[in-house]
């Protein structure tokens, strides 16, 4: 084991003893909880594929130069350095703006992270991630719809869909109010990313479309380069913030939904993923931003506030030919908020020099996902052990909640 910064393995010593006190270990509680009192979550689903090795890097790594050679960022203190946190793990520069919040303690990050989902695709990884089962097509409805009807709501609608449709991961039979801008945006690159998915095996359209969409690319990135990126994905982010705004001042209302999601397309970094100036950076600065403004449009109600920011896989360690990376496997998950216990990074690290490397290419994944989002319901959301384990995550015992995520 290269470094445990602040392993899961090291926190999952104590769990006998929590267990022993908490109501995650109380079989006798209830299986269904309140609406979590005023806490409120947030899912940001950021789909494509993020490359956490990018957001995050782990840059005291001894293995990091070489594993990412041409997009290793600079080291702290240089020009377009990464910003540190804790001597190991960094931010990308152009996510700046969420460092005071970790020092703060309102931000923590996850590192090393994945589903069980061990292929390619986009669709799969994405309904496998949304359903909360080992398969991509193993529920029809979402693994946080399912923890919402486990929640004493007294008729409201506790759960909220922001943007043009309703992700699996919040749909299923539990209602939920949806908003959405009164103008819809442009197809941005993550709906072009799920075509061009769709048809990547037809001998037909999978190359006509790769091309004409290759060509449209570099059309938009010749006639609108000055701004960081295409005129499309200025648009699609605009559109966002919009959302994230919504998202904020909505849940804010005293009597408003208790858990949100939204999604952000685009982040499929197969080609011009860059350091400090590529296409990449343009999508981190957005998310900063998008960050920011929701901290702000929630007001008072920040402090009982959670944002989990998620994605369906990382990206393949080394840059490909085209100078980004492809779809790979473990990445990292941001979790934000007043009520975040921050200020770390759970990782176990597992390193990234050849011979640690899964299938000699991708970031090993040492935390599942699911701990990840046991812990998030367990904590923020007040739900049983019980309703998890039983309802919400079936047949996933052996997957342990991640604890401590929240200020309790």
Do not use: C
């Given at each position: 084991?290269?470094?445990?910064?602040?392993s899961?393995?090291?926190?999952?010593?104590?769990?006998?003893?929590?267990?022993?006190?908490?109501?995650?270990?109380?079989?006798g509680?209830?299986?269904?909880?309140?609406a979590?009192?005023?806490?409120?979550?947030?899912?940001?689903?950021?789909?494509?594929?993020?490359?956490?090795l990018?957001a995050?890097?782990?840059?005291?790594?001894?293995?990091?130069?070489?594993?990412?050679s041409?997009?290793?960022?600079?080291?702290?203190?240089?020009?377009?350095?990464?910003?540190?946190?804790?001597?190991?793990?960094?931010?990308?520069?152009?996510?700046?703006?969420?460092?005071?919040?970790?020092?703060?303690?309102?931000?923590?990050?996850?590192?090393?992270?994945?589903?069980?989902?061990?292929?390619?695709?986009?669709?799969?990884?994405?309904?496998?991630?949304?359903?909360?089962?080992?398969?991509?097509?193993?529920?029809?409805?979402?693994?946080?719809?399912?923890?919402?009807?486990?929640?004493?709501?007294?008729?409201?609608?506790?759960?909220?869909?922001?943007?043009?449709?309703?992700?699996?991961?919040?749909?299923?039979?539990?209602?939920?109010?949806?908003?959405?801008?009164?103008?819809?945006?442009?197809?941005?690159?993550?709906?072009?990313?799920?075509?061009?998915d769709?048809?990547?095996?037809?001998?037909?359209?999978?190359?006509?479309?790769?091309?004409?969409?290759?060509a449209?690319?570099?059309?938009?990135?010749l006639?609108?380069?000055?701004?960081?990126?295409?005129?499309?994905?200025?648009?699609?982010?605009?559109?966002?913030q919009?959302?994230?705004?919504?998202?904020?001042?909505?849940?804010?209302?005293?009597?408003?939904?208790?858990?949100?999601?939204?999604?952000?397309?685009?982040?499929?970094?197969?080609?011009g993923?860059?350091?400090?100036?590529?296409?990449?950076?343009?999508?981190?600065?957005?998310?900063?931003?998008?960050?920011?403004?929701?901290?702000?449009?929630?007001?008072?109600?920040?402090?009982?506030?959670?944002?989990?920011?998620?994605?369906?896989?990382?990206?393949?360690?080394?840059?490909?030919?085209?100078?980004?990376?492809?779809?790979?496997?473990?990445?990292?998950?941001?979790?934000?908020?007043?009520?975040?216990?921050?200020?770390?990074?759970?990782?176990?690290?597992?390193?990234?020099?050849?011979?640690?490397?899964?299938?000699?290419?991708?970031?090993?994944?040492?935390?599942?996902?699911?701990?990840?989002?046991?812990?998030?319901?367990?904590?923020?959301?007040?739900?049983a052990?019980?309703?998890?384990?039983?309802?919400?995550?079936?047949?996933?015992?052996?997957?342990?909640a991640?604890?401590?995520?929240?200020?309790?």
């Open positions: 084991m290269l470094r445990n910064l602040v899961r393995r090291r926190e999952l010593e104590g769990t006998a003893a929590l267990a022993a006190t908490s109501d995650l270990g109380n079989i509680h209830a299986a269904r909880a309140d979590g009192g005023e806490k409120r979550l947030v899912v940001m689903f950021l789909r494509g594929g993020l490359d956490g990018a995050v890097p782990p840059y005291g790594d001894p293995a990091y130069r070489k594993a990412r041409s997009l290793a960022i600079a080291a702290p203190g240089e020009a377009g350095g990464v910003v540190d946190l804790d001597g190991f793990f960094g931010l990308h520069p152009r996510l700046a703006p969420l460092l005071p919040f970790y020092r703060q303690g309102e931000l923590l990050i996850v590192h090393a992270l994945a589903s069980t989902h061990r292929g390619r695709s986009h669709f799969d990884a994405q309904n496998l991630i949304e359903n909360g089962t080992t398969m991509p097509y193993g529920a029809e409805d979402g693994w946080l719809n399912r923890a919402l009807g486990r929640l004493d709501s007294d008729g409201r609608k506790l759960g909220l869909a922001v943007g043009g449709g309703t992700p699996l991961l919040i749909r299923g039979r539990t209602p939920i109010a949806t908003w959405s801008p009164t103008v819809l945006p442009a197809a941005d690159a993550g709906f072009l990313m799920q075509l061009t769709l048809y990547a095996e037809d001998p037909l359209l999978g190359p006509a479309l790769a091309e004409g969409i290759k449209q690319g570099t059309q938009a990135g006639m609108d380069n000055s701004r960081g990126g295409p005129a499309g994905a200025r648009r699609g982010l605009k559109a966002f919009v959302n994230v705004r919504a998202a904020g001042e909505l849940r804010a209302a005293p009597a408003g939904p208790r858990v949100a999601v939204l999604e952000l397309g685009g982040w499929d970094s197969h080609a993923q860059g350091t400090t100036n590529g296409r990449l950076n343009f999508y981190l600065e957005a998310l900063a931003t998008s960050l920011v403004t929701l901290r702000a449009a929630l007001g008072d109600a920040w402090q009982s506030s959670a944002i989990l920011v998620m994605t369906e896989f990382g990206r393949t360690v080394a840059p490909n030919g085209t100078g980004g990376t492809d779809h790979g496997t473990a990445g990292a998950a941001l979790l934000f908020g007043g009520v975040v216990a921050g200020a770390r990074v759970i990782s176990d690290w597992p390193g990234l020099a050849a011979s640690q490397l899964l299938e000699g290419r991708d970031l090993r994944p040492t935390i599942e996902t699911r701990a990840l989002f046991k812990g998030l319901l367990h904590d923020q959301l007040g739900l052990e019980p309703a998890i384990e039983d309802h919400v995550f079936p047949n996933s015992r052996a997957v342990r991640l604890p401590g995520l929240v200020k309790l």
